[in-house]
Structure formats: structure tokens, C-alpha cells
């Protein structure tokens, strides 16, 4: 099964300075079948307004993951923790007992991401924030695991909780595939271009959910940028 779900579909939040669109029930936005697929609970795409972004709140018990799709986003944590992450780079923060955070686009630029919140497979633990770089080239023509619970054997970085984080960049024409393994479902969404999943058109910032599926293929109509999340 692959259920398409068009952008203009989801949720809506926005202000000044925001835009943001909810693929599952978010804050005032609430859809009682869309509160999550698997362990995937929330996936927002953001647009923050330059010199603007989220000021200091908490988080517990999720893991938090930024992709950044275009500008940059700045952290800053409880414990000390800041960085900055570029278009095409990800960050993700353990929220475990409890952690406080603000994130703020601090460019001259607008910064789109994609926000992706998984359940973590046990409560509590030391809260952790980690960032690295994924350049597009290296996410060219194939898949890669951009977060896992196991990143010494499948690469990225550190999540608790029993699922992927994968990115693909593909050029017009170009063609992949993904095995889901037995059991597990995706959920995906499209950063960028136009995309055929198995034989399912997807249009920039369309979101497809996937379960009883051996092998995803992917066909790109158009240079496309994808996000996909593995779960349980």
C-alpha cells in the first residue's frame, strides 16, 4: 500500500515569521487518522523567515531529528551544545529525561526543514544532540542512512529508537529502488522534485505512507530530493 498525501492536505500553522505544515496532528492542527505512522509521530515542514526561529522550550522522551533543505539552522541546548547546520546536513537531538533548546535561523536567507519526531524505544536516559554533513553528491543515485539505531553498521547518526533516517538525491530520469524489510513500514517525503513510487506521482512536499511493500522503486520525472523514515 502506498496512501499519497498531498501537500495541501496537511495542517497549517503560521505567523510572522513561520510557515509551517503538519504531514500528522501537531499543536492546534488534529486529524485523528494522521497521529503518526509506526513510530514516526511527527513530521513538519518548516519555512523560518531570516533572523527569526523557535525560542528556548523544553522536550522529553523523542527523538528529534532537522533536516535542513535550504539556509541553515542554529542550535543551542541546555547542555551547552550549539551548532550550526547547512542545506542538505541533519542534526539530531535525544531529548531522553528532558532537555531545553532553541533553534533559530540566524541567515539572510529563508530555511526550510524538515522536522522529524520519533518515539524513543525507552523513557528517560542522558539527553544527547549530535550534528554531521550528508553533501548531496554523497546521497546521489541511492539511498543513505542519515540516523539509526545502529550506526556503526548502517552509518549516520545516533537515534534511540528502532528506525531509519534515510536521504536520496536523484537526477531527472534516474531510478532506485528501497527493500522494506518484513514487518517494517516508511513514510516519505519529497524536499524537492517529482517522483513515481511504484507508479505513485509525487509532487514537491507530497508525502506518501508505505507498509505491505517488498521493494520501493523510485523514478524521478525531475531532479528530486527525498526523506525517507523506516520504522517498526
Not at 503560521?14 to 487518522?33: C, I, M, R, T, V
Not at 515542514?45 to 535550504?70: K, L, S, W
Not at 541553515?72 to 541546555?78: F, L, V
Amino acid at each position: 500500500m502506498i496512501e499519497k498525501r498531498s501537500f495541501d492536505s496537511f495542517g497549517r500553522f503560521q505567523n510572522e515569521w513561520l510557515n509551517a505544515k503538519h504531514h500528522f496532528s501537531f499543536g492546534g492542527y488534529f486529524d485523528p487518522s494522521r497521529m503518526g505512522w509506526g513510530r514516526l509521530r511527527v513530521w513538519n515542514d518548516d519555512e523560518i523567515q531570516p533572523g527569526q526561529g523557535f525560542a528556548p522550550h523544553p522536550h522529553r522522551d523523542m527523538e528529534i531529528i532537522t533536516y535542513v533543505r535550504d539556509g541553515a539552522i542554529t542550535h543551542k541546548d541546555s547542555l551547552g551544545n550549539e551548532g550550526r547546520t547547512e542545506a542538505g546536513d541533519v542534526q539530531v537531538m535525544s531529548a531522553g529525561s528532558g532537555i531545553r533548546h532553541s533553534e533559530y535561523n540566524q541567515e539572510d536567507v529563508l530555511t526550510r526543514i524538515f522536522q522529524i519526531w520519533i518515539v524513543p524505544d525507552r523513557e528517560g536516559g542522558e539527553p544527547r544532540w549530535d550534528a554531521m554533513e550528508f553533501p548531496k553528491g554523497d546521497k546521489a543515485g541511492d539511498f543513505v542512512t542519515l540516523a539509526s539505531n545502529n550506526p556503526d553498521a548502517d552509518g549516520g547518526l545516533m537515534i534511540r529508537a528502532d528506525a531509519k533516517v534515510l536521504g536520496a538525491t536523484l537526477k531527472s530520469g534516474q531510478e532506485t529502488e528501497y527493500t522494506l524489510p518484513k514487518g517494517r513500514q516508511a513514510y516519505l517525503a519529497l524536499a524537492a522534485g517529482r517522483v513515481e513510487v511504484n507508479g505513485v506521482e509525487l509532487n514537491a512536499r507530497d508525502g506518501a505512507a508505505i507498509r505491505d511493500v517488498d521493494t520501493i522503486s523510485f523514478k524521478a520525472s525531475e531532479d528530486a530530493e527525498l526523506v525517507m523514515v523506516e520504522t517498526d
